[in-house]
Nanobody
C-alpha cells in the first residue's frame, strides 16, 4: 500500500508559478513510477507528467511541455511538479499517482494509488 498526499496548490495569477509536492508513505516508493494528472470541472482526467522509478525517464503532455518539470526525491519519498507560466486553462484539481513497476506512462488507468488532489486556480 502507498498513500499519497499532495500539497502546494492555490490561487495564482496568469504567468505565475507553483510547485506541487506529493509525499508518499511506504518504504518501497522508489520502486514505483509516478505521475501527475489533472481534472477540470466537466472534463476528463488528463495526463500532465510522469516519471519512472529513478527519474531517468520523464514525459509530459504537449499542453504543458516547456512549462512544467516533474522530479522526485526517493530519499524523501516525494514527487514534485514545478509549473511555470501558468495559464487560466491550467486550472484544475491536480492529482499525484503512482503505479507498481518502474516504468511510467500517460494512461491514468494504469496507476494504482492516488492522492486526494490539490486545487490549482489560475486567474487571468
Amino acid at each position: 500500500q502507498v498513500q499519497l498526499v499532495e500539497s502546494g496548490g492555490g490561487l495564482v495569477q496568469a504567468g505565475g508559478s507553483l510547485r506541487l509536492s506529493c509525499a508518499a508513505s511506504g518504504r518501497t516508493f522508489s520502486s514505483y513510477a509516478a505521475g501527475w494528472f489533472r481534472q477540470a470541472p466537466g472534463k476528463e482526467r488528463e495526463f500532465v507528467a510522469a516519471i519512472n522509478w529513478s527519474g531517468s525517464t520523464i514525459s509530459y503532455a504537449d499542453s504543458v511541455k516547456g512549462r512544467v518539470a516533474i522530479s522526485r526525491d526517493n530519499s524523501e519519498n516525494t514527487v514534485y511538479l514545478r509549473m511555470n507560466s501558468l495559464k487560466p486553462e491550467d486550472s484544475a484539481v491536480y492529482y499525484c499517482a503512482c503505479k507498481a513497476g518502474r516504468y511510467s506512462n500517460s494512461d491514468y488507468r494504469d496507476y494504482d494509488y492516488w492522492g486526494q488532489g490539490t486545487q490549482v486556480t489560475v486567474s487571468s
